[in-house]
T-cell receptor, first 115, second 112 residues
Framework: SQTIHQWPATLVQPVGSPLSLECTVE??????LYWYRQAAGRGLQLLFY??????ISSEVPQNLSASRPQDRQFILSSKKLLLSDSGFYLC??????????????FGQGTRLTVV | DQQVKQNSPSLSVQEGRISILNCDYT??????FLWYKKYPAEGPTFLIS?????DKNEDGRFTVFLNKSAKHLSLHIVPSQPGDSAVYFC???????????FGTGTRLTIIP
């Protein structure tokens, strides 16, 4: 069965410090991978998505970046965090290719507080 | 550009009655639409989905309706139960680029 792991669960970081959130998927190959952020009182904002190794699509210009160094690994990074980066970050995956049904599977999320 | 919109940020419904959550979209290229339920500090949980070639899909208490001409979908929950209280997100995916876009969410409160 497929599983998705996201860590850490909570993180408190000072302004200007770097960030690295990691997400890995098990039990599937070539998944589509996604990073979302839910800021206080707001919806799920798509930050980045990837359909393959090294292929990153950026949705929101900001000081965050994403990388996919391996097929089932998706990393969200920042060189210098801003207060506005605080939020709940979620990683998700969907099966690749055309399919009869679809569902996105989510990790448990990372609560990031920038202080 | 918000391609998937949920115009009602909150909704309160009496227990046992029908809850209707609405979602509008602007991109006619979406292939599939999904509904998710989310509790605070947790990842969203999948509820039900519908293909763009269908107009209705039912699963237990949950039914999703799709009106392509109006670019509108809705989730019906009947009967509503206290455990249904959560934030509900609609989402849409385009298989061409695999972009999965979520709406802003509606907080549903079921009143006992």
């Amino acid at each position: 069965s497929q599983t998705i792991h996201q860590w850490p669960a909570t993180l408190v970081q000072p302004v200007g410090s770097p960030l690295s959130l990691e997400c890995t998927v098990e039990g599937t190959s070539n998944p589509n991978l996604y990073w979302y952020r839910q800021a206080a009182g707001r919806g799920l904002q798509l930050l980045f998505y990837s359909v393959g190794i090294g292929q990153i699509s950026s949705e929101v210009p900001q000081n965050l970046s994403a990388s996919r160094p391996q097929d089932r690994q998706f990393i969200l990074s920042s060189k210098k965090l801003l207060l506005s980066d605080s939020g709940f970050y979620l990683c998700a995956w969907t099966p690749p290719g055309q399919r009869k049904n679809t569902e996105a599977f989510f990790g448990q999320g990372t609560r990031l507080t920038v202080v | 550009d918000q391609q998937v919109k949920q115009n009602s940020p909150s909704l309160s419904v009496q227990e046992g009655r029908i809850s209707i959550l609405n979602c509008d979209y602007t991109n006619s290229m979406f292939d599939y639409f999904l509904w998710y339920k989310k509790y605070p500090a947790e990842g969203p949980t999948f509820l039900i989905s519908i293909s763009s070639i269908k107009d209705k899909n039912e699963d237990g208490r949950f039914t999703v309706f799709l009106n392509k001409s109006a670019k509108h979908l809705s989730l019906h929950i009947v009967p509503s139960q206290p455990g249904d209280s959560a934030v509900y997100f609609c989402a849409a995916i385009n298989f061409g680029n695999e972009k999965l876009t979520f709406g802003t969410g509606t907080r549903l409160t079921i009143i006992p």
